[in-house]
């Protein structure tokens, strides 16, 4: 099984529907990829009076290398907080750094998972396990929308056009809205979908689904794990939904932590080098 993330870029074809339909899929993953960053940019240009977006997008890189965070999570971070003022030591007030919360549920061979990226992997991991699937995928909201940031199982037509969720079209959409786990036991009959998004689940051998957010200790929904089956699906026992309802408070209480100290030390040190 392969894990991949990101948006893909563009791929060679020969023209026909299916090329034009890729293309054109391919072309909405770059826009809105770059949607995001686009609006970092401008705001660090306008902040410190860079030269370029290029040099914008430059300290966004360094920093997000630096600090092992990605560059789209580093740019929205960027865009929501209120925007740095000249003189300013920080962007963010340095305050005392919190110990990372516990992950009982994804601990394994008594180590923790060390990353962003390592604790997503893991949770998907679990994930199937609970489910009993071998296809999945896990998504965080951004900007409105779910990103896919990684998955395993799930063939290139299912990972390019679910990318970007950003329609209530789809189960883990609604299972997002509705801040709950959502269950679709056969994909081909369930009106969950719109024709476009069933026929891409389908193809990609999955038959059922089941969704589940992942929750900040408010409540809120920032992020959403679903597995895939290839056989309709029963709905979960009582024990595997609470299984799931645990391990997406224990993730979404370590990826809000995760932002208010990794990320705001790697906005901070951009800061720090923008002002030199």
Known sequence: MSENSGAPGPRPGGGGPRDTEQQAIDARNRKL??????RAERLLVSSYRLSSEQEAFDLLRSASQRFNVKLHTLAETAVHLPAPRPG??????DRPRPAAPPLPVLR?????????????????QRTLHITGAEMGNVQLVQNGMLRMEHHTGLNGLFTDYFTFVDASTTSCAQAAEQ?????????????AFDEDSRRAILQ????????APLLSPRGTVIG???SHHDRPLQPLTAARSAALDQLGRQVGRWLVWHRNTTVISALNHLHTTATR
């Open 108 to 124: 394994a061979d008594g180590r923790w998972p060390a990353d962003d990226g390592a604790v997503l992997k893991t949770a998907l």
């Open 88 to 93: 300013d030591p920080s962007w963010v007030p």
């Open 33 to 38: 990829a770059r949607a995001g960053v686009a």
């Open 224 to 226: 959403m794990i679903s």
């Open 179 to 191: 801040s709950r786990q959502v269950t679709v036991e056969d994909v081909a009959a369930s009106d």
């Open 204 to 211: 990609t051998g999955s038959r059922a689904c089941h969704s």
